[in-house]
């Protein structure tokens, strides 16, 4: 057996983020470069700074990953890149980045979708079996995919306006948190308890598309609502209620979903995955299901990273997908 390394790319937002993966499922090494301390200011990610900070970091990221695995690019298979979706100025660094490394060594070139690499991040723990549902829930997107082979993805649901992860920095925000404020979020819900009754959009019976805009406009009336009668609401409390009410639709739905299409099973995946209740409720209501297993990557696999890109190019890359010098950066790339 010929071991297989690739060398995968990812700078479709705020992280640049090189890897080396064997295999498809072993990682060799993993750099990841954040420019979170850049855009806290701004309360969000300046697309513009965002593309300079790649330009900066690239060339020193993908150093630091080729000198931890100790290898040249003699030893690769192939450069696999986050082609989209995400923001095209920033996207844009990192395809080129892999265009000119695979035109400089001779090496395939692979465009990968930015959600399939959050899908197979959990690659990287454990062999995936078909078929699968995986819940992604990540700073733009919200979805359920069916995934009936490999590189077979089935949207069967879908956020119909703010994604989970966005909803999360829009409720810091109202609370003067920094951004991102998923994890300020997820640590106060931890210290509150969920006593504040808010909404649950649960949508059309058996729907398996989300809805998250309302909840986030019933905390903000909440907090106003309370500061117009002189009352003093427990952030903390405030936190946990929201946190409740995203997991309670995100659990029922995701388990709802498992049994109807008789899943093996059922991964977490994006940004958001990275939060402690929403694992924890995920791991309580599997429990239930003996025929299911739930993957759930560590949280260095669940934010942005280069080696869920690299493993989900070695699928494509096995089946014989080829990109080519042509490739651009396709900010609204479908999966
Ligand atoms: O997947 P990701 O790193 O970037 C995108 O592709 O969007 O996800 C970032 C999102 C942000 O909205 C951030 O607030 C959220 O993931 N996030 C969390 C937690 N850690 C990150 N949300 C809730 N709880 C967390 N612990
Ligand atoms: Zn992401």
Redesign the pocket.
């Known amino acids: 057996v010929i071991d297989q390394y690739i060398l995968g790319i990812e700078t479709?937002?705020?992280?640049t983020a090189v890897s080396i993966v064997k295999n498809g499922r072993e990682i060799i090494s993993n750099v990841v470069a954040s420019q979170i301390e850049s855009h806290k200011r701004f309360g969000g990610v300046v697309p513009e700074i965002a593309s300079r900070h790649h330009v900066e970091q690239m060339t020193l990221v993908l150093e630091e990953a080729m000198q931890q695995a100790e290898m040249t690019f003699k030893d690769l298979d192939a450069i696999a890149v986050t082609e989209g979706p995400?923001l095209v100025g920033a996207l844009l660094i990192g395809v080129n980045a892999a265009k000119a490394l695979a035109f400089a060594h001779q090496l395939p070139l692979i465009g990968v979708h930015?959600i399939a690499g959050?899908i197979y991040a959990n690659q990287l723990i454990s062999e995936l079996q078909f078929p699968l549902l995986s819940l992604v829930?990540?700073?733009?997107?919200t979805e359920l995919v069916y995934m009936k082979e490999h590189g077979s993805f089935e949207v069967i649901g879908e956020t119909l306006d703010d994604?989970?992860?966005?909803a999360?920095?829009k409720v810091?925000r109202t609370l003067h948190l920094p951004?991102?404020?998923?994890?300020h979020?997820?640590?106060m819900a931890a210290e509150g308890s969920p006593v504040i009754n808010l909404p649950r959009a649960w949508l059309e019976p058996d729907s398996y598309n989300f809805s998250f805009s309302g909840l986030k406009s019933a905390v903000i009336n909440t907090l106003h609502n309370a500061e117009q009668r002189g009352e003093v609401i427990d952030p903390n409390d405030l936190a946990a209620s929201f946190?409740a009410s995203v997991i309670d639709v995100l659990v029922t739905k995701t388990a709802s979903a498992a049994e109807k299409y008789k899943v093996k099973q059922v991964l977490l995946a994006?940004?958001?995955?990275?939060?402690?209740?929403?694992r924890a409720a995920l791991e309580e209501k599997f429990k239930e299901f003996q025929d299911v297993e739930l993957l759930i990557p560590p949280?260095s696999l669940?934010?942005?990273n280069a080696a869920m890109i690299a493993a989900a190019g070695s699928v494509l890359f096995t089946k014989g997908h080829r990109g080519n010098l042509r490739m651009n950066a396709n900010p609204g790339l479908e999966l």
């Open positions: 479709s937002c705020d992280e995400g930015h959050h829930v990540s700073g733009g997107h994604a989970a992860g966005e999360y920095d810091a951004y991102p404020g998923g994890p979020i997820d640590r946190q994006g940004g958001v995955a990275a939060n402690r209740g929403l949280l669940c934010t942005d």
